[in-house]
């Protein structure tokens, strides 16, 4: 999830990618921001390029799906 947020995604992509609801993702972003002492999204995705937590075998595209 954090690699996701990373990438951008809203809640709404998040839950349909990870086939749960929007309000579980909601607790999720929450409890990791908690967690690791962060203050937003945008600090998330910082401390994931910041400790090398990006892999090349997991790079989500910021694509995302409008049709929906």
């Given at each position: ?9 809203s ?21 990791i ?12 995705a ?23």
């Open positions: 999830m954090l690699l996701l947020i990373t990438a951008g995604h809640n709404r992509v998040i839950a349909d990618t990870l086939s749960i609801g929007v309000g579980t993702v909601k607790v999720h972003v929450a409890n921001l908690a967690k690791l002492g962060l203050p937003s999204r945008a600090a998330a910082a401390y994931v390029h910041r400790h090398g937590l990006m892999t090349d075998s997991f790079r989500p595209s910021r694509a995302v799906d409008r049709s929906k």
